[in-house]
């Protein structure tokens, strides 16, 4: 019978930081997105204050009324749709969490 896993381990560290700064997280895998998103603005101590969104084989998701640009870029999944669990069992899933555009502040690199 098949059994879903009920947690999903998160190695988060930012990219391109020195020391490494990293959170291992714990959430249940079937979050979405959107709710992770909430969690990792938490874990960091960040604000919510700025664009973001995850990018997770070579594709986008985030809130497409904020991330859709209206000039046919690539398309914006609606991360409030996608779980965690919808990339369990993948050991090359790599999330990379995209937080403040402009400045690239800080990128995440997840794998559940």
Request: aromatic share 14%.
């Amino acid at each position: 019978m098949f059994s879903q896993r009920k947690v999903a381990q998160l190695n988060v560290r930012l990219i391109e930081i020195d020391p490494p700064i990293w959170r291992r997280l714990l959430v249940p895998s079937d979050w979405t997105l959107a709710k992770l998103h909430r969690v990792l603005q938490a874990a960091f101590g960040w604000t919510d204050a700025h664009l973001h969104e995850f990018q997770i084989g070579g594709l986008r998701y985030g809130d497409p009324d904020l991330l859709d640009d209206g000039f046919d870029g690539p398309r914006v999944f609606d991360y409030a749709d996608v779980r965690l669990l919808d990339f369990l069992g993948q050991p090359e899933a790599v999330f990379v969490y995209v937080y403040d555009f402009g400045d690239n502040f800080a990128g995440s690199a997840l794998s559940p």
